[in-house]
DNA sequence: CATGCGGTTAACAATTTGATAATATCAGAA
DNA sequence: TTCTGATATTATCAAATTGTTAACCGCATG
Protein backbone atom coordinates (compact mmCIF):
# COMPACT_ATOMS: atom_id res chain seq x y z
CA UNK A 1 0.00 0.00 0.00
CA UNK A 2 1.58 3.36 -0.91
CA UNK A 3 1.36 5.78 1.52
CA UNK A 4 -0.88 8.53 0.24
CA UNK A 5 -4.32 7.78 0.98
CA UNK A 6 -7.09 7.02 -1.70
CA UNK A 7 -10.37 8.31 -0.34
CA UNK A 8 -13.54 8.19 -2.73
CA UNK A 9 -16.00 10.15 -1.85
CA UNK A 10 -20.22 9.93 -3.28
CA UNK A 11 -22.23 12.44 -2.61
CA UNK A 12 -25.04 13.97 -5.26
CA UNK A 13 -24.49 17.65 -3.47
CA UNK A 14 -21.49 19.39 -5.69
CA UNK A 15 -21.06 21.83 -2.61
CA UNK A 16 -20.61 19.20 0.14
CA UNK A 17 -18.77 17.24 -2.62
CA UNK A 18 -16.13 19.71 -3.09
CA UNK A 19 -15.61 20.99 1.00
CA UNK A 20 -14.74 17.38 2.01
CA UNK A 21 -12.63 16.94 -1.42
CA UNK A 22 -10.92 20.44 -0.16
CA UNK A 23 -10.37 19.44 3.06
CA UNK A 24 -8.93 16.27 2.51
CA UNK A 25 -6.66 17.23 -0.23
CA UNK A 26 -5.55 19.47 2.44
CA UNK A 27 -4.99 16.92 4.76
CA UNK A 28 -2.78 15.28 2.38
CA UNK A 29 -4.97 12.71 0.83
CA UNK A 30 -5.68 11.89 -2.83
CA UNK A 31 -9.47 12.59 -2.97
CA UNK A 32 -11.84 10.91 -5.95
CA UNK A 33 -15.26 12.02 -6.38
CA UNK A 34 -18.31 10.33 -7.68
CA UNK A 35 -21.83 11.93 -7.96
CA UNK A 36 -24.34 8.67 -7.22
CA UNK A 37 -24.29 5.47 -6.72
CA UNK A 38 -22.99 3.57 -10.15
CA UNK A 39 -20.62 6.24 -10.29
CA UNK A 40 -19.22 5.21 -6.68
CA UNK A 41 -18.90 1.60 -7.61
CA UNK A 42 -17.35 2.32 -10.50
CA UNK A 43 -14.76 4.93 -9.32
CA UNK A 44 -14.06 2.14 -6.52
CA UNK A 45 -13.09 -0.99 -9.19
CA UNK A 46 -11.03 1.73 -11.20
CA UNK A 47 -9.22 3.24 -8.14
CA UNK A 48 -8.98 0.71 -5.45
CA UNK A 49 -9.27 3.46 -3.04
CA UNK A 50 -7.98 3.03 1.08
CA UNK A 51 -11.29 4.71 2.11
CA UNK A 52 -14.79 5.27 0.80
CA UNK A 53 -17.14 7.71 2.23
CA UNK A 54 -20.95 7.68 1.26
CA UNK A 55 -23.37 9.66 1.49
CA UNK A 56 -26.72 7.62 2.33
CA UNK A 57 -29.13 9.08 0.40
CA UNK A 58 -28.38 9.74 -3.15
CA UNK A 59 -30.12 9.17 -6.40
CA UNK A 60 -30.18 5.72 -7.95
CA UNK A 61 -28.41 3.40 -5.47
CA UNK A 62 -27.79 4.86 -2.11
CA UNK A 63 -24.77 4.56 -0.07
CA UNK A 64 -26.30 1.59 1.89
CA UNK A 65 -26.68 -0.30 -1.59
CA UNK A 66 -23.08 0.34 -2.75
CA UNK A 67 -21.58 -0.59 0.70
CA UNK A 68 -23.68 -4.30 0.28
CA UNK A 69 -22.23 -4.63 -3.38
CA UNK A 70 -18.67 -3.66 -2.24
CA UNK A 71 -18.87 -5.56 0.75
CA UNK A 72 -19.52 -8.67 -1.57
CA UNK A 73 -16.51 -8.83 -3.45
CA UNK A 74 -13.19 -9.88 -1.83
CA UNK A 75 -11.29 -7.05 -3.52
CA UNK A 76 -13.36 -4.79 -0.81
CA UNK A 77 -14.08 -6.31 1.59
CA UNK A 78 -11.59 -4.24 3.91
CA UNK A 79 -11.46 -1.32 2.93
CA UNK A 80 -12.84 1.62 5.24
CA UNK A 81 -16.20 2.71 4.53
CA UNK A 82 -18.05 5.57 6.62
CA UNK A 83 -21.82 6.67 5.91
CA UNK A 84 -22.41 10.35 5.55
CA UNK A 85 -26.55 11.25 6.13
CA UNK A 86 -28.84 13.83 7.04
CA UNK A 87 -31.39 12.08 8.46
CA UNK A 88 -29.74 11.67 11.87
CA UNK A 89 -32.14 8.48 12.40
CA UNK A 90 -30.69 5.86 14.37
CA UNK A 91 -32.40 3.47 12.48
CA UNK A 92 -30.63 3.98 9.73
CA UNK A 93 -27.22 4.34 11.54
CA UNK A 94 -27.19 1.25 12.90
CA UNK A 95 -28.28 -0.54 10.11
CA UNK A 96 -25.10 1.26 8.54
CA UNK A 97 -23.20 -0.14 10.81
CA UNK A 98 -23.90 -3.60 10.72
CA UNK A 99 -23.58 -3.32 6.89
CA UNK A 100 -20.35 -3.35 7.57
CA UNK A 101 -18.97 0.73 7.66
CA UNK A 102 -16.47 1.65 9.84
CA UNK A 103 -18.73 5.25 11.15
CA UNK A 104 -21.45 6.94 10.79
CA UNK A 105 -21.30 10.58 10.38
CA UNK A 106 -24.79 13.02 10.48
CA UNK A 107 -25.10 15.81 8.60
CA UNK A 108 -24.74 19.15 8.85
CA UNK A 109 -20.70 17.64 8.79
CA UNK A 110 -17.61 20.12 10.50
CA UNK A 111 -14.86 19.47 8.15
CA UNK A 112 -12.56 19.24 10.80
CA UNK A 113 -14.35 16.67 12.60
CA UNK A 114 -14.47 14.48 9.47
CA UNK A 115 -11.00 14.91 8.80
CA UNK A 116 -10.06 13.85 12.44
CA UNK A 117 -12.44 10.91 11.99
CA UNK A 118 -10.75 10.25 8.77
CA UNK A 119 -7.12 10.60 10.30
CA UNK A 120 -8.42 8.04 13.68
CA UNK A 121 -9.54 5.14 11.22
CA UNK A 122 -6.15 5.46 9.07
CA UNK A 123 -4.38 5.67 12.51
CA UNK A 124 -5.63 2.51 13.73
CA UNK A 125 -5.31 0.93 10.25
CA UNK A 126 -1.50 1.59 10.24
CA UNK A 127 -1.16 0.16 13.64
CA UNK A 128 -2.17 -3.27 12.44
CA UNK A 129 1.13 -3.55 10.05
CA UNK A 130 4.36 -4.48 12.55
CA UNK A 131 5.91 -2.00 14.33
CA UNK A 132 9.17 -1.87 12.76
CA UNK A 133 12.37 0.34 12.37
CA UNK A 134 14.11 1.44 9.84
CA UNK A 135 17.09 2.87 9.76
CA UNK A 136 19.12 2.74 6.47
CA UNK A 137 19.90 -0.89 5.33
CA UNK A 138 19.05 -2.07 9.05
CA UNK A 139 15.36 -2.85 10.21
CA UNK A 140 14.81 -3.77 13.66
CA UNK A 141 11.22 -5.41 13.67
CA UNK A 142 9.83 -5.67 17.06
CA UNK A 143 7.05 -7.87 16.52
CA UNK A 144 8.78 -10.52 14.98
CA UNK A 145 11.95 -10.28 17.06
CA UNK A 146 14.04 -10.10 13.64
CA UNK A 147 17.08 -7.47 12.86
CA UNK A 148 17.22 -7.58 9.13
CA UNK A 149 20.14 -6.08 7.73
CA UNK A 150 20.73 -5.48 4.38
CA UNK A 151 18.03 -8.39 3.05
CA UNK A 152 19.30 -11.12 5.80
CA UNK A 153 18.11 -11.35 9.06
CA UNK A 154 20.31 -11.82 12.05
CA UNK A 155 19.03 -13.40 15.12
CA UNK A 156 19.98 -11.84 18.46
CA UNK A 157 18.88 -13.20 22.15
CA UNK A 158 17.18 -11.10 24.61
CA UNK A 159 19.01 -9.37 25.72
CA UNK A 160 21.18 -8.33 22.74
CA UNK A 161 18.22 -7.51 20.67
CA UNK A 162 16.67 -5.12 23.58
CA UNK A 163 19.73 -3.57 24.18
CA UNK A 164 20.28 -2.30 20.25
CA UNK A 165 16.67 -1.63 19.91
CA UNK A 166 16.96 0.60 22.81
CA UNK A 167 20.29 1.96 21.42
CA UNK A 168 18.52 2.70 17.91
CA UNK A 169 15.55 4.04 19.13
CA UNK A 170 17.50 7.29 19.42
CA UNK A 171 20.34 7.23 16.81
CA UNK A 172 23.14 9.43 17.65
CA UNK A 173 22.16 9.70 20.79
CA UNK A 174 24.27 8.80 23.59
CA UNK A 175 23.19 6.40 26.12
CA UNK A 176 25.08 6.51 29.83
CA UNK A 177 25.59 2.90 30.96
CA UNK A 178 23.52 3.82 33.93
CA UNK A 179 20.33 4.70 31.32
CA UNK A 180 21.26 1.33 29.27
CA UNK A 181 20.84 -0.99 33.03
CA UNK A 182 17.55 1.07 33.93
CA UNK A 183 16.31 0.46 30.65
CA UNK A 184 17.09 -3.58 29.52
CA UNK A 185 18.02 -4.53 32.91
CA UNK A 186 15.75 -2.36 35.25
CA UNK A 187 16.03 -1.11 38.61
CA UNK A 188 15.89 -4.06 40.75
CA UNK A 189 18.73 -6.28 39.19
CA UNK A 190 22.34 -5.30 39.17
CA UNK A 191 24.76 -6.45 37.17
CA UNK A 192 28.62 -6.11 36.66
CA UNK A 193 29.48 -3.00 34.38
CA UNK A 194 31.53 -5.42 32.30
CA UNK A 195 28.27 -7.34 31.34
CA UNK A 196 27.07 -4.22 28.90
CA UNK A 197 30.58 -4.38 27.38
CA UNK A 198 30.17 -8.13 26.20
CA UNK A 199 27.00 -7.73 24.95
CA UNK A 200 27.61 -4.88 22.82
CA UNK A 201 30.56 -6.93 21.75
CA UNK A 202 28.02 -9.80 20.58
CA UNK A 203 25.92 -7.16 18.70
CA UNK A 204 28.84 -5.93 16.47
CA UNK A 205 30.27 -9.48 16.25
CA UNK A 206 26.85 -10.70 14.76
CA UNK A 207 26.01 -7.36 13.09
CA UNK A 208 29.65 -7.18 11.83
CA UNK A 209 28.68 -3.38 11.39
CA UNK A 210 30.40 -0.97 13.25
CA UNK A 211 27.24 1.37 13.95
CA UNK A 212 27.64 0.99 17.87
CA UNK A 213 30.22 3.92 18.94
CA UNK A 214 31.84 4.07 22.54
CA UNK A 215 32.01 7.11 24.61
CA UNK A 216 34.61 6.76 26.39
CA UNK A 217 33.62 7.66 30.02
CA UNK A 218 30.62 8.39 28.96
CA UNK A 219 28.35 5.57 27.31
CA UNK A 220 27.04 3.95 24.07
CA UNK A 221 25.49 5.47 20.92
CA UNK A 222 24.25 3.91 17.90
CA UNK A 223 24.95 5.45 14.12
CA UNK A 224 25.02 3.90 10.93
CA UNK B 1 -10.19 -19.43 22.71
CA UNK B 2 -11.16 -16.94 24.97
CA UNK B 3 -12.57 -14.77 22.16
CA UNK B 4 -14.90 -12.39 25.03
CA UNK B 5 -13.87 -9.30 24.66
CA UNK B 6 -13.05 -7.08 27.75
CA UNK B 7 -14.57 -3.90 27.86
CA UNK B 8 -13.48 -1.13 31.16
CA UNK B 9 -16.44 1.71 31.29
CA UNK B 10 -15.46 4.89 33.10
CA UNK B 11 -18.25 7.38 33.83
CA UNK B 12 -18.51 9.25 36.86
CA UNK B 13 -22.92 8.95 36.43
CA UNK B 14 -23.99 5.28 37.77
CA UNK B 15 -26.87 5.17 35.18
CA UNK B 16 -24.90 6.00 32.23
CA UNK B 17 -22.55 2.99 33.89
CA UNK B 18 -25.45 0.48 34.42
CA UNK B 19 -27.20 1.15 30.97
CA UNK B 20 -24.00 0.74 29.10
CA UNK B 21 -22.73 -2.56 31.05
CA UNK B 22 -26.28 -3.80 30.66
CA UNK B 23 -26.14 -3.73 26.77
CA UNK B 24 -22.75 -4.55 26.29
CA UNK B 25 -23.34 -7.72 28.43
CA UNK B 26 -26.38 -8.78 26.35
CA UNK B 27 -24.15 -8.34 23.38
CA UNK B 28 -21.76 -11.12 25.16
CA UNK B 29 -18.95 -8.94 26.17
CA UNK B 30 -17.26 -8.99 29.68
CA UNK B 31 -17.81 -5.52 31.46
CA UNK B 32 -15.19 -4.24 34.10
CA UNK B 33 -16.31 -0.25 35.14
CA UNK B 34 -14.80 2.30 36.78
CA UNK B 35 -16.30 5.30 38.81
CA UNK B 36 -13.48 7.89 38.04
CA UNK B 37 -10.07 8.15 35.96
CA UNK B 38 -7.61 6.95 38.64
CA UNK B 39 -10.04 3.84 38.67
CA UNK B 40 -9.99 3.72 35.38
CA UNK B 41 -6.35 3.33 35.33
CA UNK B 42 -6.19 0.65 38.00
CA UNK B 43 -8.60 -1.31 36.36
CA UNK B 44 -6.91 -1.29 32.95
CA UNK B 45 -3.74 -2.24 34.32
CA UNK B 46 -5.38 -4.70 36.18
CA UNK B 47 -7.48 -6.23 33.42
CA UNK B 48 -5.64 -5.55 29.86
CA UNK B 49 -9.08 -4.41 28.22
CA UNK B 50 -9.73 -4.41 25.12
CA UNK B 51 -11.87 -1.59 24.80
CA UNK B 52 -12.28 1.02 26.95
CA UNK B 53 -15.19 3.68 26.45
CA UNK B 54 -14.30 6.56 28.91
CA UNK B 55 -16.47 9.76 29.58
CA UNK B 56 -14.65 12.98 29.22
CA UNK B 57 -16.01 14.42 32.40
CA UNK B 58 -14.79 12.82 35.39
CA UNK B 59 -13.70 14.28 38.77
CA UNK B 60 -9.81 13.79 39.41
CA UNK B 61 -8.51 12.82 36.22
CA UNK B 62 -10.64 13.03 33.20
CA UNK B 63 -11.31 11.20 30.15
CA UNK B 64 -8.44 12.79 27.88
CA UNK B 65 -6.40 12.80 30.96
CA UNK B 66 -6.41 9.16 31.30
CA UNK B 67 -6.15 8.29 27.42
CA UNK B 68 -3.17 10.28 27.34
CA UNK B 69 -1.38 8.82 30.67
CA UNK B 70 -2.48 5.19 28.75
CA UNK B 71 -1.14 6.21 25.44
CA UNK B 72 2.15 6.45 26.57
CA UNK B 73 2.35 2.91 27.69
CA UNK B 74 3.27 0.51 25.07
CA UNK B 75 0.87 -2.13 26.63
CA UNK B 76 -2.33 0.28 25.68
CA UNK B 77 -0.50 1.73 22.07
CA UNK B 78 -3.09 -0.72 20.37
CA UNK B 79 -6.05 -0.31 23.03
CA UNK B 80 -9.56 0.59 21.70
CA UNK B 81 -10.36 3.75 23.02
CA UNK B 82 -14.09 5.38 22.55
CA UNK B 83 -14.58 9.05 24.44
CA UNK B 84 -18.56 9.78 25.44
CA UNK B 85 -18.93 13.25 26.38
CA UNK B 86 -21.93 15.77 27.74
CA UNK B 87 -20.75 18.45 25.15
CA UNK B 88 -20.97 18.24 21.63
CA UNK B 89 -18.34 20.61 21.52
CA UNK B 90 -16.61 20.86 18.18
CA UNK B 91 -13.18 21.53 19.52
CA UNK B 92 -13.32 19.02 22.23
CA UNK B 93 -13.82 16.28 19.98
CA UNK B 94 -11.35 16.59 17.64
CA UNK B 95 -9.36 17.17 20.72
CA UNK B 96 -10.21 13.85 21.62
CA UNK B 97 -9.88 11.95 18.23
CA UNK B 98 -6.71 13.43 18.28
CA UNK B 99 -5.30 12.18 21.34
CA UNK B 100 -5.46 8.51 19.89
CA UNK B 101 -9.37 7.43 20.42
CA UNK B 102 -10.75 5.64 17.96
CA UNK B 103 -14.06 7.26 18.08
CA UNK B 104 -16.45 9.81 20.13
CA UNK B 105 -20.11 9.58 21.02
CA UNK B 106 -21.63 12.42 22.41
CA UNK B 107 -24.17 11.86 24.74
CA UNK B 108 -27.13 11.56 25.20
CA UNK B 109 -26.26 8.13 24.26
CA UNK B 110 -28.10 5.03 22.67
CA UNK B 111 -27.05 2.38 23.85
CA UNK B 112 -28.04 0.51 20.59
CA UNK B 113 -26.03 2.74 18.43
CA UNK B 114 -23.14 2.39 21.25
CA UNK B 115 -23.30 -1.43 20.63
CA UNK B 116 -23.33 -1.34 17.16
CA UNK B 117 -20.11 1.68 17.24
CA UNK B 118 -18.29 -1.17 19.64
CA UNK B 119 -19.58 -4.02 17.19
CA UNK B 120 -18.08 -1.99 14.57
CA UNK B 121 -14.77 -1.54 16.32
CA UNK B 122 -14.27 -5.39 16.69
CA UNK B 123 -15.24 -6.27 13.06
CA UNK B 124 -12.53 -3.95 11.98
CA UNK B 125 -9.68 -5.24 14.56
CA UNK B 126 -10.96 -8.96 14.20
CA UNK B 127 -10.56 -8.89 10.29
CA UNK B 128 -6.94 -11.15 10.64
CA UNK B 129 -7.73 -14.78 12.27
CA UNK B 130 -11.93 -14.62 11.04
CA UNK B 131 -12.88 -17.89 8.70
CA UNK B 132 -10.25 -19.63 6.99
CA UNK B 133 -6.16 -19.30 6.44
CA UNK B 134 -4.39 -20.09 3.58
CA UNK B 135 -0.25 -20.18 3.93
CA UNK B 136 0.97 -21.76 1.35
CA UNK B 137 0.05 -25.84 1.30
CA UNK B 138 -1.40 -24.95 4.76
CA UNK B 139 -5.03 -24.34 4.55
CA UNK B 140 -6.34 -23.60 8.35
CA UNK B 141 -10.53 -23.87 8.55
CA UNK B 142 -11.56 -22.60 11.71
CA UNK B 143 -15.16 -23.35 10.81
CA UNK B 144 -14.52 -27.19 10.74
CA UNK B 145 -11.38 -27.26 13.12
CA UNK B 146 -9.50 -28.74 9.99
CA UNK B 147 -5.52 -28.09 9.13
CA UNK B 148 -5.02 -29.64 5.25
CA UNK B 149 -1.45 -29.47 4.46
CA UNK B 150 -0.43 -30.48 0.82
CA UNK B 151 -3.92 -31.87 0.18
CA UNK B 152 -4.23 -33.97 3.16
CA UNK B 153 -5.94 -33.27 6.20
CA UNK B 154 -4.64 -33.84 9.62
CA UNK B 155 -6.37 -33.86 12.91
CA UNK B 156 -5.44 -31.79 15.83
CA UNK B 157 -7.41 -31.77 19.23
CA UNK B 158 -8.96 -28.14 20.02
CA UNK B 159 -5.80 -26.70 22.05
CA UNK B 160 -3.38 -28.00 19.77
CA UNK B 161 -5.71 -26.22 16.63
CA UNK B 162 -6.30 -23.39 18.78
CA UNK B 163 -2.95 -22.59 19.26
CA UNK B 164 -1.70 -23.25 15.56
CA UNK B 165 -4.79 -21.17 14.58
CA UNK B 166 -3.44 -18.44 16.93
CA UNK B 167 0.40 -18.49 15.91
CA UNK B 168 -0.59 -18.66 11.97
CA UNK B 169 -3.03 -15.35 12.09
CA UNK B 170 -0.11 -13.10 12.21
CA UNK B 171 3.10 -15.44 10.60
CA UNK B 172 5.96 -13.92 11.52
CA UNK B 173 4.84 -12.26 15.31
CA UNK B 174 6.14 -13.34 18.15
CA UNK B 175 3.47 -14.29 20.51
CA UNK B 176 4.73 -14.25 23.95
CA UNK B 177 3.87 -16.93 26.14
CA UNK B 178 1.31 -14.67 28.14
CA UNK B 179 -0.19 -13.56 25.05
CA UNK B 180 -0.55 -17.30 24.08
CA UNK B 181 -1.88 -18.70 27.49
CA UNK B 182 -4.42 -15.03 27.18
CA UNK B 183 -5.30 -16.32 24.04
CA UNK B 184 -6.00 -20.01 24.17
CA UNK B 185 -6.83 -20.47 27.33
CA UNK B 186 -8.01 -17.47 28.67
CA UNK B 187 -7.39 -15.15 31.76
CA UNK B 188 -9.26 -17.54 34.14
CA UNK B 189 -7.13 -20.49 33.68
CA UNK B 190 -3.67 -21.45 35.22
CA UNK B 191 -1.61 -23.99 33.69
CA UNK B 192 1.89 -25.02 34.22
CA UNK B 193 4.84 -23.73 32.01
CA UNK B 194 5.62 -27.15 30.22
CA UNK B 195 2.06 -27.08 28.66
CA UNK B 196 2.24 -24.76 25.71
CA UNK B 197 5.74 -26.55 24.98
CA UNK B 198 3.77 -30.10 25.00
CA UNK B 199 1.13 -28.76 23.06
CA UNK B 200 3.93 -27.09 20.88
CA UNK B 201 5.59 -30.40 20.15
CA UNK B 202 2.45 -32.31 19.08
CA UNK B 203 1.39 -30.15 16.64
CA UNK B 204 5.47 -30.23 15.19
CA UNK B 205 5.47 -33.39 15.13
CA UNK B 206 1.78 -34.41 13.77
CA UNK B 207 2.53 -32.16 11.15
CA UNK B 208 6.87 -32.89 10.55
CA UNK B 209 7.13 -28.89 9.32
CA UNK B 210 9.50 -27.06 10.95
CA UNK B 211 6.74 -23.94 10.78
CA UNK B 212 7.07 -23.08 14.58
CA UNK B 213 10.56 -20.97 15.54
CA UNK B 214 11.01 -20.94 19.25
CA UNK B 215 12.44 -17.55 19.97
CA UNK B 216 13.94 -18.35 23.29
CA UNK B 217 13.41 -16.28 26.38
CA UNK B 218 10.18 -14.62 23.96
CA UNK B 219 7.69 -17.25 22.93
CA UNK B 220 6.66 -18.99 19.56
CA UNK B 221 6.46 -17.94 16.17
CA UNK B 222 5.08 -19.65 13.16
CA UNK B 223 6.51 -19.13 10.01
CA UNK B 224 6.62 -21.53 6.64
C1' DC C 1 -16.44 -51.14 32.94
C1' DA C 2 -12.66 -51.14 29.87
C1' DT C 3 -10.70 -48.24 26.27
C1' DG C 4 -9.05 -44.31 24.05
C1' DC C 5 -8.40 -39.50 23.65
C1' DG C 6 -7.34 -34.89 25.15
C1' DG C 7 -5.18 -32.17 28.36
C1' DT C 8 -2.07 -31.47 32.10
C1' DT C 9 1.88 -32.17 34.81
C1' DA C 10 6.27 -34.05 36.70
C1' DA C 11 10.81 -35.25 35.90
C1' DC C 12 14.79 -35.09 33.55
C1' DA C 13 17.70 -33.97 29.35
C1' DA C 14 19.32 -30.65 26.21
C1' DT C 15 20.11 -26.22 24.98
C1' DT C 16 20.83 -21.34 25.24
C1' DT C 17 21.64 -17.31 27.59
C1' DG C 18 23.66 -14.04 30.53
C1' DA C 19 27.03 -12.74 33.98
C1' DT C 20 31.60 -12.75 35.59
C1' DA C 21 36.53 -13.24 36.01
C1' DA C 22 40.71 -12.86 33.91
C1' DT C 23 43.34 -10.84 30.53
C1' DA C 24 44.40 -7.85 26.67
C1' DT C 25 44.07 -3.19 24.50
C1' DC C 26 43.80 1.44 24.05
C1' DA C 27 43.82 6.50 24.74
C1' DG C 28 45.13 10.21 27.33
C1' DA C 29 47.73 12.25 31.37
C1' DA C 30 51.94 12.67 33.75
C1' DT D 1 57.70 6.53 27.64
C1' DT D 2 55.08 4.92 31.37
C1' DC D 3 51.20 4.87 34.06
C1' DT D 4 46.30 4.86 34.66
C1' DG D 5 41.53 4.48 33.99
C1' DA D 6 38.71 3.04 30.90
C1' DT D 7 36.76 -0.50 27.41
C1' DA D 8 37.42 -4.98 24.51
C1' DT D 9 37.94 -9.76 24.31
C1' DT D 10 37.85 -14.37 25.61
C1' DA D 11 36.69 -18.32 28.09
C1' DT D 12 34.01 -20.27 31.52
C1' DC D 13 30.22 -21.41 34.42
C1' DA D 14 25.68 -21.02 36.59
C1' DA D 15 21.07 -20.12 35.72
C1' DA D 16 17.20 -19.75 32.87
C1' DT D 17 14.59 -21.72 29.30
C1' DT D 18 12.88 -25.14 26.41
C1' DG D 19 12.50 -30.12 24.59
C1' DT D 20 11.08 -34.74 25.49
C1' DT D 21 9.05 -38.55 27.50
C1' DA D 22 6.02 -40.84 30.30
C1' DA D 23 2.58 -40.90 33.52
C1' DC D 24 -1.77 -39.30 35.34
C1' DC D 25 -6.64 -37.74 35.45
C1' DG D 26 -11.19 -36.95 33.63
C1' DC D 27 -14.44 -37.86 30.40
C1' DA D 28 -16.93 -39.69 26.61
C1' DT D 29 -17.84 -43.89 24.06
C1' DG D 30 -18.65 -48.35 22.99
Redesign the pocket.
Given at each position: MSNVKKILIADDEPDILEIIQFNLQNEGYEVITAKNGDEALDQAKKHHPDLIILDIMMPGKNGIDVCNILRMQPAFKETLIIFLSALSDEGTEIRGLETGADDYLTKPISPKVLTSKVNALFRRLNKEGSDSVQLGDLKIDREKYIINYQGSDI?L????FELLALLASKPGKVFL?NEILNQV?GTE???????I?????KI?QKLDLDCIT?V????YKFEL
Open positions: IARKERWVIVGDRTDVHIRRTKGVG
